[in-house]
């Protein structure tokens, strides 16, 4: 059939909306496709919630485990690990694995939690495409936190970039803002019982993406710990800065090897100018403005010395000691996080008096920056809104499976409100959404008529998403 994506372009899809996936799983929605699967929306009759799917389609004549059945390998490695140590109540560092299953009409399918918004997406509505000091600091604590545990199991994640995080909260933690890494594709094994895989003689293949990789990866070298630390450090200044040099070249190039070359190229001018800088002695400036880099997007060209000039001292630290890891070095996690933990201290009151919040509110600063200005407060204190003109606002978390059944069941007229158990994240603040769910009940004559599509959660978004919302490839 003829599918039209959000990006209006017509393409064939074997899967359509309603489709039923290995008897289980039914297509609400596409989100976007990768390198070898496609990705979509879904709900989960067998658990009752929403998932993302990704499904690669094997061709015929196919023998082969395929590249979707080997990521799931890792994800379920590493969701499972999870579940050990902290339980199944909370998501941590990467999204839970549900499922693999093989479908003889579609493919293989891996079925896991459905997130929120990735960062370049995030980047892509931000004020000139940056992010405040403060909030790269709170990202860079989590995405060292989820890479480590990744490196902890004897893994490389090896494809670090904006679409490869995905936002969401954690509820358990009065909705903090969390980040979390997706996408196993590219990732491989580098230790095993402990002990770190020995490097491949000679060059290798080339793994990952080539404005996100490390300058290691990009001459062909076998990666190690130190570079996905290293494609963690250009993620960061692509959101602080507004652009990596190498990103704005006009024009670009139209072959991809001499792409490559110059990406290649540009990075070495930027590490060379980062150890010049060490050397000479990185001065430890207070942060007086919101943002990093030139205010004019005109001016967001920026050559490898300038570059590095508008970097603070934690960013500019953190990279010169990944850089000088050996390959078989493990990493000091605590001492990157604490350059991240000191970036975002530096930058927390200028980030709380730009959003006219108190200090001790820097959490729901946060949350104003990464979600947009129009923040649904309601969704974010008590997980849910039944305001039709907040549902644009709700993609960066989920409301609680529970409480759609039982709001649903309010709208149709088969429970009382009072026995409506209020997803309570803040002690004393679920009167509020009570007395907005009273109002409903009054000013709505016929709630059997209201269409669950203006539930939140209910409310499908297939017209709306795209492939870098989706926060996988």
Known sequence: ???????????????????????????????????????????????????????????????????????????????????????????????????????????????????GRDLSKVRKHAKDHKL??????????????????????????????????????QTNNDNKTTAYLVDFGLSKVQARNGNIVPPIAGKVSFRGTAAYASYRAMDLDDQSYRDDLEGIFYVLCDLLVGGLPWRKVHPKPENPVDRDKMIKSSKHDVIREIIDVVKRGVKNKNLTTLYCGPKQKESRLLNARQFVKELPYEMVNFFY?????????????????????????????????????????????????????????????????????????????????????????FYIGKVPINDIKIHKLNNGREGGLKRQLEEQERTDSSPQRRKIETIPGKREQSEERTNEESGVE
């Open 1 to 115: 059939m003829s599918f039209q994506n959000p990006n209006g372009i017509q393409q064939d899809r074997t899967i359509k909306i309603g489709s039923v996936i290995a008897k289980r799983f039914e297509v609400k929605a596409y989100l976007g496709r990768g390198a070898f699967s496609e990705i979509f929306s879904a709900y989960d009759r067998k658990d009752r919630m929403r998932v993302a799917l990704k499904v690669e389609k094997k061709r015929q004549g196919d023998n082969y485990d395929g590249r979707l059945n080997r990521e799931s390998h890792h994800h379920k490695l590493l969701s499972e690990a999870i579940m050990q140590k902290h339980g199944n109540e909370e998501s941590k560092f990467i999204p839970k694995f549900l499922a693999f299953l093989a479908d003889n009409d579609y493919g293989d399918v891996m079925a896991m939690e459905q997130l």
């Open 132 to 169: 405040s000091y403060a909030t790269i600091g709170l990202l860079g604590q989590q995405m060292i936190d989820n890479i480590k545990f990744v490196h902890d199991h004897g893994l490389l994640h090896r494809d670090l970039k904006p679409h490869n995080i995905v936002l969401g909260t």
């Open 321 to 409: 000691d990944v850089y000088s890891l050996k390959y078989d070095d493990i990493p000091d996690y605590e001492k990157l996080k604490g350059y991240m933990k000191d970036l975002q201290d530096k930058g927390a009151e200028t980030l709380c008096r730009n959003w006219r919040v108190e200090l001790d509110e820097l959490e729901r600063a946060h949350s104003y920056e990464l979600f947009g200005r129009k923040f649904c407060d309601y969704y974010y204190h008590y997980g849910m809104c039944i305001n039709p003109e907040c549902h644009d606002l709700h993609s960066h978390t989920q409301v609680p499976d529970n409480l759609i059944s039982q709001l649903y069941q």
